[in-house]
């Protein structure tokens, strides 16, 4: 089964490493999952912490995908 999961994020620097052990949860429980984490147009360092986040679990394989939008 293929299950994408649509995370939007707003100035959310500060959430991401919660957001992040949610990710990690989802991947080891559901078989197949991608993430697709939108940034809409954060002014914080959401991008930035968001990349570091998925580069620092490069070895797990994630399927994901950090779209960055203007608001």
């Excluded at 500060?14 to 197949?32: P, R, S």
């Excluded at 912490?49 to 620092?56: P, R, S, T």
């Amino acid at each position: 089964m293929k299950l994408s999961l649509i995370i939007p994020v707003y100035n959310g620097g500060q959430f991401v490493a919660n957001l992040g052990d949610n990710i990690l949860k989802l991947h080891q429980a559901v078989e197949g999952i991608e993430f697709i984490v939108v940034n809409d147009g954060s002014t914080d360092n959401t991008s930035e912490q968001l990349h570091a986040f998925f580069d620092a679990h490069r070895h797990l394989n994630l399927a994901y995908q950090v779209i960055n939008r203007e608001n």
